[in-house]
């Protein structure tokens, strides 16, 4: 029997995401990444999946663990410096990928959660992104095999303005400090980065929560109408957390 929209565990949570797929997943780098969900996906098998978030994890953490198998077709996100794997499979024509203004790309997934269809902002105007011509996909010669297509520009005030379209996905997969069996979340400083945003563009979202428990609806970052589905995590998967880089000062 559930508690509220808690399910048993992280292979139940995504048993029903399948190949094709489209995904928002939070995090940014390695900090607030859904990496439990991640693993549970990973072991499902699901392939062609079509994944929209800031970057594309690292080399075998987070998403890295699905890229490096094949099993992402396409990845909408701002940054892609830190994953060698992304940059290979982008460059040799196995993948498809869409790059975004940060900024931009977290207002089209807040636009997609709030039923807003499209926005204007000048992030872009004058480059690529509003006049088209960016690699989504190489061929195999390195020639470009699809690249973006031009959008429309409008004044505001004088100013030019792109329009950009606002992104909803088939799944959302979150990662929480807290959460409540209504679906409740609270992040933890910067883990509230995309997580809130990609919870809200997913027509069915699951959060893996490192702490169930009841909240104040005082602190409430995200309130549950958002998440379908909560995943509570053991003290051992809460704890394993890992940082891109470690650095050390004297």
Known sequence: MRLGKVVGSAAEAVA?????????VGGFGLCGVPSVLIAALHEKGSRDLRVVSNNCGVDGRGLGLLLAEGRIARATGSYIGENKELARRYLSG????ELVPQGTLAERLRAGGCGIPAF?????????????GLPWRYAPDGSVAVA???????????VPHVLEESITTDF???????GDRYGNLVFDRSARNFNPLAAMAGRVTIAEVEELCELDPDEVHLPGVFVRRVVALTP??????????RTVRA
């Open 16 to 24: 029903d995401v399948g190949d094709g797929a489209s995904l928002a």
């Open 94 to 97: 196995e993948i498809e990928v």
């Open 120 to 132: 204007y902002t000048p992030a872009g105007v004058g480059t690529l992104v509003a006049e088209g």
């Open 148 to 158: 973006s297509p031009a959008k429309e520009v409008r004044e505001f005030g004088g």
């Open 172 to 178: 959302a997969l979150v990662r929480a400090a807290k």
């Open 236 to 245: 051992e998967q809460a704890a394993d957390k890992h940082v891109e880089k």
